[in-house]
């Protein structure tokens, strides 16, 4: 039994008026997260990811963004059509966010007890004593040590990791449905990434929100995610769960990335990457967009554009030609 | 703490000896001499020349003179060339009537700008940002002296009131009322004309400034906590945004003494900076350099009240 999703996106188109021409930094991308479910949006640099997150709560500064298209249901509601007033509601205290750059999300001049205490003030009528010790236990949750002497602490008196440990406490202040997390471990160092990818693992048993987790990094998701997405270009190329991406990846972007993840390959052997490079969102290739950097290309890819494919149960990918590959082996 | 008061203290003094010595070396040794000791002055004779030359320590050499110099300005008895009146009583009067033009013309200026540099920021690209834009480059390409009289003019004409000087003479006996009203008018319109410049400048800055924080991804955060515009605006852009200013501010200080020698001339106002220029003229050596001695002191001042003020809003910053 699946209950009604959480939030679900259709066809989001985000559009950039820019010098180049426009760019279609997203441009049609749906997914949806169930409540409790960890989502993964997997994809290279630049490929839209933030601007996809971003959209979600309208934090994108529209110019230059524009929302050219597509849908937001969060609990049945359109994001995209509500008034900033109800808006405003949503942020914090049903949606939060967990941004890329611990070091400058946060406001150098505001203790971080400040900072927290806004979230809870703003959409809860809480006294001070009280939010206090939500402040404290939140930030306890968070494994930070000392919390009564750390809120009086500016952020420059923090570390990455702790900044982002603060940022995940804000995050959680109101307690959210869901947590929008746009790679928040990229910034740090790789032992700290473990550990604040465990302590979302950790408030997800406790708490029970949905995580809508962004990465660029496959290896990151396969402990946590129960549904990965892959963008490619502002596009969604591939969905299905950890076991089918992992095992039986359909789309050739997919593959790649898997192959050029380490510890794939035998030892020795060079690590392998997708040749070329991401297309310029204002400039991109007709026809399926990762088509000059794919092995399997045929005619067609230069000009069709492909449509999603149903490889088997709820694991699509955007890639006629393969579907057709598979069902040739499979009959 | 204490130590950086302490260090501060000691560099601005070192700072200031020397700001000292140039000083009196440039003033001194600028071509030109003052009026009483000039070889070519048809008024005076060889010995009261000579006189002059003692009396004014001029036939010492020059190091002798600096310290002569200094000496009379630490004790007091520094006297005008030009009026033999004690620098420090005459710097004193023309101070006060300075003063209220500049305390006028820096509260236009600060209140002004602020409001009219983060409105524009806020509403960028919009017809109030491209409308102030547009006025403040009107305002600072347009000559001050040329924009000075358009404003005595209209002021003139409109109102009837003078404007020239600090006060109409012979008002004497008119009522209490009256005379206000007439010292208001005389020292709204140069202080008015005496922050515009100030204003566009300013405005742009903070606009500029407010801009650049606008686009911190702490203000994003701000946002996507669900807080009103108007605090992550006011509150989280702001704060931020006028850090900056508060250096700004420890310099307005020198601007009581230097004023401004175009306004104080075009208005006929007994100020600092029209005396400090007609000392120059003069070549009142006594007056210039003392002049431009408390100035340095109100620079150093000054640059030391910012250090302490951006502690206080900083927390980044421990001394
Ligand atoms: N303000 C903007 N103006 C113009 N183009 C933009 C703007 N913001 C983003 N873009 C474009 O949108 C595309 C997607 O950017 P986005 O930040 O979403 O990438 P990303 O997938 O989050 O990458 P990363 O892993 O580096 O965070 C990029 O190609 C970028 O050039
Ligand atoms: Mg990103």
Redesign the pocket.
């Known amino acids: 039994m699946t209950p009604d999703p959480l939030l679900i996106v259709k066809d989001l188109k985000v559009y950039?008026d820019?010098d180049q021409g426009m760019?279609k930094?997203v441009d049609g991308v749906s997914f949806r997260v169930g409540q409790g479910e960890t989502v993964c949006l997997v994809?290279?640099?630049?490929?839209?990811?933030?601007?996809?997150a971003l959209s979600i709560l309208g934090l994108l500064p529209q110019p230059?963004?524009q929302i050219a298209g597509g849908k937001v249901f969060f609990k049945g509601r359109d994001l995209l059509e509500l008034e900033q007033k109800d808006l405003r509601e949503v942020r914090g205290r049903e949606i939060s966010m967990v941004f890329?750059e611990p070091m400058t999300s946060l406001n150098p001049v505001f203790t971080i007890g400040h900072q927290i205490e806004e979230v809870i003030t703003t959409h809860e009528g809480v006294d001070q004593i009280e939010s206090r010790q939500r402040i404290i236990r939140l930030l306890n949750d968070v494994g930070i040590a000392s919390p009564e002497e750390r809120m009086q602490d500016y952020p420059h008196n923090l570390s990455g990791g702790q900044r982002q440990r603060v940022m995940i406490a804000m995050a959680l202040a109101c307690s959210p449905e869901l947590i929008i997390a746009?790679?928040p471990t990229t910034a740090l160092d790789v032992t700290i990434q473990a550990q604040i990818l465990n302590l979302f693992k950790e408030l997800q048993e406790d708490r029970g929100m949905a995580i809508l987790q962004i990465t660029?990094d496959l290896s990151v998701v396969a402990g946590v995610a129960d549904r990965i997405y892959v963008m490619y270009a502002g596009i969604m190329v591939e969905e299905g769960s950890v076991w089918q991406i992992f095992r039986e990846p359909c789309h050739p972007y997919t593959m790649g990335l898997l192959e050029s993840l380490p510890g794939r390959r035998a030892k020795g052997q060079d690590l392998a990457t997708i040749p070329g490079a991401v297309p310029d969102?204002a400039n991109k290739p007709p026809g399926c967009p990762f088509h000059p950097r794919c092995r399997y290309v045929q005619e067609s890819c230069r000009v069709q554009f492909p449509e999603m494919c149903d490889f088997s149960d709820r694991h699509l990918a955007r890639c006629p030609i393969m579907y057709a590959k598979r069902k040739v082996q499979s009959a | 703490m204490l130590a950086f008061l302490g260090r501060s203290f000691v560099q601005k003094l070192i700072t200031l000896f020397f700001i000292s010595v140039i000083s009196f070396a440039v003033i001194y040794l600028a071509p030109g001499e003052p009026s009483q000791v000039d070889p070519l002055n048809p008024k005076f004779t060889k010995e009261v020349v000579e006189r002059f030359r003692q009396q004014f320590h001029l036939d010492k050499p020059l190091h002798q003179q600096y310290l002569l110099f200094y000496r009379d300005l630490f004790t007091g008895k520094s006297v005008s060339w030009k009026d033999g009146r004690s620098v420090l009583a005459k710097i004193y009067e023309r101070f006060l009537n300075s003063l209220p033009l500049f305390i006028v013309g820096t509260l236009i200026t600060w209140t002004l700008s602020f409001p009219v540099g983060i409105q524009a920021a806020i509403s960028r690209g919009g017809g109030y940002d491209r409308s102030t834009t547009f006025l403040a480059y009107l305002l600072i390409s347009i000559p001050g002296f040329f924009f000075a009289y358009i404003l005595i003019i209209f002021v003139v004409n409109t109102f009837h009131v003078p404007v020239i000087g600090m006060r109409t003479f012979g008002l004497s006996g008119a009522g209490l009322a009256t005379r206000m009203m007439d010292r208001v008018w005389h020292l709204l319109i140069p202080s008015i004309l005496g922050a515009t410049a100030g204003i566009a400048v300013l405005s742009r800055y903070v606009r500029g400034q407010m801009l650049e924080v606008e686009s911190q991804d702490y203000v994003r955060t701000a946002r996507a906590k669900g807080l009103p515009e108007e605090q992550v605006h006011y509150k989280h852009a702001l704060r931020n945004a006028l850090l900056p200013f508060v250096t700004m501010f420890g310099l307005v200080l020198p601007g009581l003494i230097g004023g401004s020698v175009i306004i104080e001339s075009i208005f006929a106002w007994p100020g600092i900076g029209r005396m400090a220029y007609e000392a120059i003229l003069a070549r009142d050596y006594p007056v210039i350099i003392t002049v431009n001695f408390i100035s340095a002191i109100l620079v150093l001042v000054g640059t030391f009240l910012s250090d302490l003020l951006y502690m206080v809003v900083d927390p980044r910053i421990k001394l």
């Open positions: 950039f820019t760019a930094a994809g290279e640099s630049g490929c839209g990811k933030t601007v996809s230059p963004a890329q746009d790679e660029h969102p």
